[in-house]
């Protein structure tokens, strides 16, 4: 039986004298565009739904925006810098690698409330400064400024050295503030998650804080670094967050 869809334009006789026929070739002659103008509408709406997936997983694992300011813009420093790592996206990627590898220590669950994170600003500094980062608080909650030194472009490897400086920065804006000796242990702790680099601990001072303490402490009691920063949110006094018995084992350990 043959297909209305096969009825050529020309068989005009047909048609007239079959008005059945003639309705099947009206709609086979204009179906095709109407068929073809719903696929399309179909597959605007399907990329509609993966655009509106891709923005939302986007902005659930990078709740944050990221502006980068190049101070040093007119110099071979600043330029290089740019070229680097501004004009290709690599600081945000570095960023946000770094963000999660920190919250996957810091907060394994939901019971551990996040620092609260809007913006953060990466600037390249104007003065060739000897700090390699600073991390300087906003007036407005959730935004943080860091502030990059020039020594990591001169270092033999500038991508792997921006990397680790990012990281330390990232971890310093997630870790909650607190006692300093206690900040700093953690974010030296966190920035070797990243860098993988041998813990090498020489300070045996009677606070005890150091990374080399926290990772003898993590590995005894899985978890203690997140609650140690879920403590500094709630703002414990300093001697709370010290086991004392841990620490005293840790130093017998270096002595071992």
Sequence with gaps: MDSPLLIHPSTTIEIQENPEIAAIATQSDTS????????????????????????????????????????????????????????NGKISQILYSSNKIIEQVLYPTGSFPKKPINHITIQLSGQNSTDMVTVRTSLKPGEFSVVLGHGFLSSANPAIALQTVLHRAMARVRVWDGPEEVVNAMVEYLGMQEASKTFVDARLDDSCWSPGFLRYCENRENGIVARLNRQLRDRYAG??????????????????
């Design 32 to 87: 095709p565009p109407f068929l073809v103008g719903q696929i399309l509408i179909r597959i605007a709406v399907v990329f509609a739904i993966a655009s509106a997936c891709i923005v939302a997983n986007h902005a659930t694992s990078n709740s944050f925006e990221i502006s980068v300011i190049n101070a040093s813009a007119n110099t071979p420093m600043g330029h290089r810098f740019h070229i680097m790592f501004v004009s």
């Design 239 to 256: 001697l709370s967050l010290l086991n004392r018995s841990m620490c005293v084992a840790y130093k017998a350990s270096l002595t071992t």
